[in-house]
Each structure stands twice: as structure tokens, then as C-alpha cells.
């Protein structure tokens, strides 16, 4: 069933079962205006960076943001992670980025961020974030949620309502200001001068993360030489 409605001037389609928003986004992409969101209860498909899958059961929140910028720019899943960071500090919770595209809290990931798009045509900006979901036992020492850290249900509603405010704002700021956005990626980064080890396909590369560029890609110092990343997989390392 889809039902559409608008939350501060924002068009909303509302889906109770996708495979995917941002599968679904794209379908529609063409027909809407620029800021029109996808939101569903579930998805039996969500997706996460090269087809990996994401947990999408109901009492998350599934969305995306359909979105027309001059080109698909990977920096657009920064927007989507400040205004998650925003939307959390809003309900008491302290979060940080885990470069390029995740929010997390206490050393668990919370949020997902997945940009996908056609260039000139459209970016499609997918959010997952743990509300009220369960979180499936496999991903118990990796994932929490809004509701266990803060002990207590939350209004989905009023989450979904904070998260576009945000997003309206730092997208704005992404288009007039960008090195705006970049300076608060590189405060939110939590990453920054830890030891990591980025995993990209076969490579694996270990290095100290020295700063997020204004192009969006971290600059890593691995033994005194510097390289720039531009996609991965990272993780602190502990020793
Ligand atoms: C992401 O990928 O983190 C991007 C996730 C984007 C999901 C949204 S939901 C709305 C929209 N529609 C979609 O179909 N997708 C977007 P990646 O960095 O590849 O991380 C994927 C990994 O996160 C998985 O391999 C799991 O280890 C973990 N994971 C899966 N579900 C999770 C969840 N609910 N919470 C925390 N971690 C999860």
C-alpha cells in the first residue's frame, strides 16, 4: 500500500513492505521533484554497500531521500550521517562517523548511510537507522539501537520528523557551503588520528587516519607516507 502525505512542505510516499527504498526511489525518481522521501515500515531487501544486506524489520526507520544535485557525489552520505548525528543528539544520544558512511555509538553501529544514483540525472540518499527495531543476534556485538540506549521506546514519527528537518539543512549547506560541511565531518570523524586498517576488496591497508579531504576521501599516513582513500571498509585497530 503506498500513501503519500507531507511533513513540513516535504513529499512523503509511505510504503508498509519494499525490497528496498532506494530500489524503489530509483523506480520513481524521474516523476518526483527533488526532496521527495520514500519511508517504509520494513524492507525484505534492504541493502548496504556492494550488495551486502542491511536488517530492516519494523520499528527502524527505512528511507530515502531522492535528490537531484549537479552529480552523484559520494559527499551526499555525509549530509545523511551529520543529520542522523544531529537527530540523535536531539533524543540524548552522543554519536560520531565512522568514515565513509556509518554513525556510531559506543563502538556500535547504529546508522547506515547508502548514496546511489545516475550522474546528471538523479542521487538517491538511503538511510537506515536502529529505532525501535530488534536487533538480530548476530549483530548484537556490532549494532544497537535508539531504543537500548536510551531504555525506552521512541516516537518513530517525531525521529522520521527531526531527521528531515536536519537533512534539509545540512543539504543546504552542502550545496552553498561545502567546506561547511567537511569541517564538521572532520569534528564528527571519530576515527581521526586512531590507528585503522581499511579493507578495500583484497587490499588491506594499515595506517594512522589523518584527516577526511574536502573531496570526501580520508587521508591515511602509513609509516610516514601519505595515501589518499577514497572507498573501504574501516576498522580502529586495537593493537
Ligand atoms: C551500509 O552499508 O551501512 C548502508 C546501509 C543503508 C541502509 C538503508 S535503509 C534505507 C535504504 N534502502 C536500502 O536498501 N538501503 C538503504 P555497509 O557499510 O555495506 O554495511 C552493511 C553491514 O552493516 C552489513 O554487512 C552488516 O554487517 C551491518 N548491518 C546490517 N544491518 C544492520 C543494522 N540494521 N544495523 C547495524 N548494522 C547492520
Known amino acids: 500500500m503506498e500513501k503519500t502525505e507531507r511533513i513540513t512542505g ?16 530509483k523506480t520513481i ?16 531487501a534492504g541493502r548496504g554497500r556492494k550488495g551486502r544486506s542491511w536488517t530492516s524489520p519494523e ?15 559520494p559527499r551526499l552520505a555525509f549530509v545523511g ?6 537527530t540523535l543528539a536531539d533524543f540524548g544520544i552522543f554519536s560520531g562517523i565512522k568514515w565513509p558512511n556509518d554513525v556510531w555509538v559506543n563502538g556500535r553501529k547504529i546508522s547506515g548511510i547508502l548514496v546511489e544514483g545516475k550522474a546528471g540525472e538523479y542521487s538517491i540518499l538511503g538511510i537506515g537507522l536502529n529505532v525501535n527495531n530488534p536487533i538480530p543476534e ?13 531504555g525506552a521506546k521512541l516516537p518513530l514519527e517525531e525521529v522520521l520528523k527531526k531527521l528531515l528537518m536536519h537533512l534539509d539543512g545540512w543539504y543546504r549547506v552542502f550545496l ?20 585503522v586498517t581499511v579493507i578495500e576488496g583484497e ?3 594499515s595506517g594512522t587516519a589523518l584527516d577526511v579531504l574536502d573531496d570526501g576521501s580520508l587521508l591515511l599516513d602509513i609509516g610516514g607516507q601519505l595515501k589518499r582513500i577514497v572507498y573501504g571498509d574501516v576498522s580502529l585497530r586495537l593493537f
Open 59 to 73: 520499528g527502524g526507520l527505512w528511507m530515502s531521500v531522492i535528490m537531484k544535485p549537479p552529480r552523484v557525489d
Open 81 to 86: 550521517a551529520l543529520a542522523v548525528v544531529d
Open 10 to 25: 516535504v513529499r512523503i510516499i509511505r510504503l508498509d513492505e519494499v525490497d528496498s527504498t532506494n530500489e524503489y526511489a
Open 138 to 150: 548476530e549483530l548484537r556485538n556490532n549494532a544497537t539501537s535508539m531504543m537500548e540506549l536510551t
Open 203 to 205: 587490499k588491506r591497508i
Open 176 to 195: 552553498e557551503r561545502p567546506d561547511l560541511l567537511m569541517a564538521k565531518v572532520r569534528e564528527k570523524t571519530f576515527i581521526l588520528g586512531k590507528p
Open 29 to 44: 525518481a524521474h516523476e518526483v521533484p527533488e526532496g521527495t522521501v520514500v519511508v517504509a515500515k520494513r524492507q525484505t
